[in-house]
């Protein structure tokens, strides 16, 4: 079990950081609340392509491509 083992896909990604930047953006605009915490969370773990809770559950969301260094 490596940690820091580069283990989330292109489009896993862009998912992260699309709804971490919408949950940010929910704290500055309306909800006031911790739920921001989440948001960059998602935004740091999909910037950097690394995902510890992954890594512990044995999840790759890379597709074979990615693995091979291809894409």
């Not at 949950?23 to 921001?36: D, E, H, K, R, S």
């Not at 510890?52 to 291809?70: F, H, M, V």
Request: aromatic residues 8%; proline residues 3%.
């Amino acid at each position: 079990m490596d940690l820091f083992k580069n283990n989330i896909g292109k489009i896993d990604r862009i998912i992260r950081v699309v709804v971490g930047i919408v949950l940010v953006g929910n704290v500055f605009y309306a909800l006031q609340n911790p739920i921001g915490w989440i948001g960059v969370i998602l935004i740091v773990t999909g910037i950097i392509g690394k995902c510890p809770l992954y890594s512990i559950i044995g999840i790759n969301t890379k597709s074979l491509a990615e693995k091979a260094g291809l894409k």
